[in-house]
């Protein structure tokens, strides 16, 4: 009897062409596109719009600003700006995210000089609804510093030091030019590398990608589970509903079949899913396929439990679909399918814990990254949701009389 | 228990005993005595909202009564699942899966009966001759006429060989040929032994088809026994007449209908019927009734039928002895 329920959605789905490309097309198109916007955004390479107006036009502003354009992981345009106020002009319009005017020259000025205290030869423009992009700036501003202009950036702290005296201005000309000397042999400078990057991930994607392919593994089956468990709202208004009801297995066997159908279905999603990521961004499953497999079929049934609850336990059609819209976008934005739970609010980080989606990139995560027995509270957590949907979803139906 | 009034043929397939429900606080089914035998077929006559649809969740198991007894083949439907096998529901709606074929569809609900797989074929080969479909068994259901689809819509529900049917309101929406051919479904089934409990607002589908009718209004069995007892009983009585007016009667004219007798048929106020003893003929009483301002274009003079039963026995019981009596239309009228 069983079966029969999973006949019904079988051939249903079959026949109806536009749903049947949607179910097995979807997953990998909607995993493309996230999974570009993902890495985008919690990528190593944030690649924010970075406006440059070189009010100054000294060397050393040449050089900075020659040494910011080359940069990889900035995207930068030369703004035709002759003053602040058209720089910020130019940020408020949207045209950059964030802008450095360089109106000083950056190389520091003799002894002789009066030290201005407002001597900041850098202005940074900031559009408070990008704030994100003033921190990146900053940082790479920083950075390219230390790396292309170690000489500039030394004369100004021998600048300062020769300001207090302890030095002369014979002693700091003879150590500029020791710099610059280093400098155009292209010796390193050790302050310029102080730091190694060391990282966890053991060479392949897994550990990059298998976060946000759980992600949209998760939202996507939620999506298609209770697309799919919607049937039981319709059936229910057809007519359907009285005729299985009156049936020696009633309507837990129907439950029971769609339960089974809509695991199945989410197995071959996810399974898709993490094609594409294969293909598209090199993940791994190799070794992990036993824990890969137990994530994928875990998941599946979650949502698929979870689904069916909701739909038995809607009291009309419009319910069902407000369950299957809102509820599923609530749970996967906090939950971590739409952005990284490490950039919300601690007690929101906390709070994803409680939902499905939290559990299901932490299965794939742990699946991928480490195999199986790190995975196992993840699955248990998962196996747990879907038995308590599919309780809910039976207990509801059974009693159910109209 | 229901009042054997002629001999039942068999065993009862369902009895109803005393059998009361209340739905969220309203009272749906007050005091059902009900019992059908096996080849037997009851017509439930009744408005919307008499608890027709109630009764019949209640024989196949999807409700249980708060008071009484419901037993199909000796056993509690509600609990028993063999009790519910022996239940055929064909529901009001299209209950179909509109994407699968007519084949497909019933062997589904061959394998929710539980029907083991080596008997599917079978039993779906069966049905489809019960209810002469087989020409339509590969075609898509949603893409069937509406009469076909009816015709499937009953074939699911007798693919467990069930003996009994629950028919709910069978040939709503149909045209004639459809009609037909759904009666002659629901011949074949009562030849071969099937009950049949059919719920239904049309009278000549349940005089052609029915043993016994029951009339059901607020919850109670308000008139229930063999049909051609019932009919031979009415038909020893004075005829029935029926006026067809041109336009709705105004107050005065509606007093002097009333007055005569008459009572709508319908909502329109256009016809107007009466079974009471005339004094006058058909053309007597219509130039009477015209000479008082009553706009009549036609009197239809005929023997009684179910309907005239059916409305006979919903009719608040205080009307007739109230007030403005009914007498009948005499020549004297006319001053």
């Given amino acids: ?402 | 228990m229901g009042r054997p009034l002629g001999p039942v043929p068999s065993e009862p397939v369902a009895v109803l005993g005393g059998v009361s429900l209340a739905l969220r606080g309203r009272t749906v089914l007050d005091g059902i005595d009900l019992a059908l035998g096996a080849g037997e077929t009851l017509a439930l006559l009744g408005p919307n909202g008499a608890g027709k649809t109630s009764l019949m969740r209640l024989v196949a198991g999807r409700l249980t009564p708060d008071a009484g007894s419901v037993r199909v083949g000796g056993a509690d439907p509600h609990r028993s699942g063999e009790a519910r096998r022996a239940v055929g529901w064909v529901p009001q709606e299209i209950a179909l899966y509109p994407r699968l074929t007519v084949a497909e569809n019933l062997s589904v609900f061959a394998q929710l009966a539980g029907l083991p797989r080596r008997e599917r074929r079978e039993a779906v080969a069966r049905v489809l001759a019960l209810a002469d479909i087989a020409d339509v068994a590969g075609r898509v259901v949603a893409t069937l006429s509406g009469g076909y689809q009816r015709r499937v819509n009953i074939a699911a529900g007798l693919i467990g060989q069930p003996a009994l049917v629950l028919l709910d309101e069978p040939t709503n929406g149909v045209d004639l040929a459809a009609r037909a051919a759904i009666h002659a479904v629901l011949q074949r089934l009562r030849e071969q032994g099937t009950a049949i409990l059919i719920a239904t607002h049309d009278f000549p589908e349940a005089e052609r088809l029915a043993d016994r009718v029951a009339f059901l209004a607020q919850g109670r069995i308000v008139r229930e026994g063999h049909l051609a007892d019932l009919l031979a009983r009415l038909r020893t009585g004075p005829p029935e007449r029926e006026l067809i007016l041109d336009t709705a009667p105004d107050t005065a004219a509606e007093l002097v209908l009333r007055r005569a007798g008459f009572t709508p048929a319908g909502a329109s106020g256009l016809r107007w019927r009466t079974g009471e003893r005339a004094g006058l003929d058909g053309a007597a009483l219509l130039g009477t009734l015209r000479a008082q301002g009553v706009p009549v274009s036609e009197v239809r003079v005929r023997s009684p039928r179910l309907e005239t039963l059916y409305l006979e026995a919903l009719r608040p019981r205080d009307v007739g002895e109230a007030g403005a009596a009914a007498r009948p239309l005499t020549a004297g009228l006319t001053r």
Wanted: glycine fraction near 8%.
């Fill in chain 1, 1 to 402: 009897m069983i079966g029969a329920a999973f006949r019904v959605m079988l051939l249903s789905l079959v026949r109806d062409r536009a749903a049947l490309v949607m179910a097995f097309v979807l997953p990998t198109v909607i995993f493309s596109i996230f999974a570009a916007i993902f890495s985008g955004a919690i990528g190593d390479r944030i690649r924010i719009h970075l406006g440059l107006a070189d009010l100054a036009g000294t060397p050393a502003t040449h050089r900075l600003m020659d040494a910011l354009s080359a940069d990889p992981s900035l995207r930068v345009t030369r703004l035709d700006a002759k003053s602040l106020a058209e720089v910020a002009r130019e940020v408020r319009a949207g045209e950059v995210d964030v802008a450095l005017a360089l109106r000083g020259d950056l190389i520091a000025g003799t002894s002789s000089d009066a030290a201005a205290p407002a001597d900041q030869p850098i202005v940074l423009v900031e559009n408070p609804a990008k704030a994100l992009a003033t921190p990146i700036a900053l940082g790479q501003l920083q950075r390219v510093l230390n790396e292309a202009m170690p000489d500039v950036v030394l004369s100004r702290v021998i600048a300062d030091v020769e300001r207090t005296g302890k030095i002369g201005a014979d002693e700091r000309r003879f150590l500029d030019d020791a710099f610059a000397e280093q400098r155009a042999k292209k010796e390193p400078f050790s302050f310029a590398s102080l730091v190694e990057r060391v990282s966890t991930a053991s060479g392949t994607a897994n550990a990059r990608v298998s976060y946000y392919a759980g992600a949209i593994t998760a939202v996507f089956l939620l999506f298609a589970a209770m697309q799919g468990a919607l049937s039981l709202v319709e059936e229910r208004e057809s007519g359907l509903s009285d005729r299985l009801m009156a049936g020696p297995g009633g309507l837990p066997v129907v439950v029971l079949g769609k339960f089974g159908f809509l695991t199945a279905q989410g197995v071959v999603q996810a399974g898709l899913i993490f094609l594409a990521a294969g293909l598209l961004y090199g993940v791994e499953i190799g070794p992990h396929w036993p824990a890969f497999l137990a994530a994928c079929l875990l998941v599946s049934a979650m949502a698929a439990g979870l689904a069916l609850a909701a739909c038995a336990l809607a009291a009309s059609r419009q319910q069902a679909h407000l369950a299957a819209t809102f509820g599923v976008l609530l749970l996967s934005a906090v939950g971590g399918s739409m952005v990284p739970r490490f950039l919300m609010p601690p007690w929101l980080q906390q709070a994803g814990w409680l939902t499905p989606n939290a559990w299901a990139i932490e299965a794939y995560q742990s699946a991928l990254g480490e195999g199986l027995p790190a995975a196992l509270p993840a699955l248990a957590v998962l196996a747990a949701m879907a038995l308590a949907g599919l309780g809910v979803a039976l207990a509801s139906v059974s009693r159910r009389t109209i």
